[in-house]
Structure formats: C-alpha cells, structure tokens
C-alpha cells in the first residue's frame, strides 16, 4: 500500500448487482482490475453491539491510489450494509482508512460519540465502522495496521498500475 496512513485509502459502494456493478466500472470508468471476494470471510462479527452473520461478496480495483469497493448482500442479516439497503440507498457507504495506532484511533472516535456500527475480523485482523452519518454522510471504516489487509491492498493496488482492461474480475486471495 502506497499510500500513507490515515489517509482515505478506500471509498466502497453498497450494491443490488454486483454484475453490473463491475461491467460499469470496469467498462465505462476503467477501473480494475477487481479482485472478487464471494462470501467474503467477516468473523467475529458484531452490529450494534448485538451478534451478526452477514454474508457479503465484495470486489476491490483501484482508481489510481485510491482503492474501490463494491460489497453486495447474500443474505438478510443484520448488518450496516442491509441496514443501508433498507433505507433505500445504494451507493456510497463508507471510505476506509488505516490509522497509524488502530486501538488508539478507534478510542478517539468513540470519545468523539461516534458509535461502533459494525466490527469484525479477517483473518485474526480487526477493522471497525462507526457511524459517522451525520458528520460526513456515510459510515467510516478503520483497518488495523496488519499484514492482512497490507498485502491484500498491494496485491490489488499493484494489479492496477499498467492495467490493461484484460481480464477485470479475478477471484481474490482470501
């Protein structure tokens, strides 16, 4: 990952079709190629402050140095991404951001009254949404500073540079 921490790394959509999702920006915006993650492994989940097993497909491209993230439901349970969906919203949903001191950063924004929406790790590493909505309209997601996510993101990163436009969706890594 090339670009500095703390800084907006990621800006992810909530989809109803992740097919024509991916066609349009890979086709008409150029961006890719993405790297799909179906049934994308979110354990130890928690939205708002209850149990959830929400089952999500994302797909990851990069614009340049900013990261792309189209996330689609697979199921109905409770989760910031459903919960967008019942609102009648689709589209921007949260930008993601990996500060440098993970624990510190999420304490700050608790401090601040912003709630924890959803919380969750991949592969033994931690990452938050708290609920932003109404200082900057959409949730925002913090990463841990971990191995997980840092190869992850300069696997897709890398991919971008030089694209081609062959070969746009790919299967992901995890």
């Known amino acids: 990952m090339t670009q500095p921490l703390y800084t907006v790394r990621q800006i992810a959509y909530v989809v109803r079709d992740m097919e024509k999702a991916l ?3 890979t086709d008409h915006l150029k961006v890719g190629p993405f ?3 179906e049934h994308c492994p979110l354990e130890n989940q928690k939205y708002r402050g209850g149990t ?3 089952d999500v497909s994302i797909a990851l491209g990069n614009s340049g140095d900013v990261q792309i ?10 989760s910031v991404y459903k919960e967008f969906l019942d609102a009648g919203k ?4 949260h930008f993601g951001m990996m500060p440098e001191n993970f624990e510190a950063t999420c304490n700050q924004y608790a401090e601040m009254g912003h709630e924890v929406a ?3 790790t991949v592969g033994d590493a931690p990452l938050v949404y708290f609920d932003t909505v109404d200082s900057v309209g959409h949730f925002i997601e913090l ?6 996510y840092l190869d992850l993101f300069a696997l897709v990163e890398d991919a971008a540079k030089d694209w081609d ?3 746009p969706v790919r299967p992901g890594p995890l």
Request: aromatic share 18%; hydrophobic share 35%.
């Open 23 to 25: 066609k349009y920006w």
């Open 35 to 37: 790297f799909m993650l």
């Open 52 to 54: 959830s097993n929400a």
């Open 69 to 78: 993230e189209l996330i689609y439901c697979e199921n109905d349970a409770p």
């Open 90 to 93: 689709t589209g921007i949903h």
């Open 118 to 120: 959803f919380e969750c």
């Open 143 to 148: 990463w841990d500073n971990n191995p997980v």
């Open 165 to 167: 436009g062959s070969d």
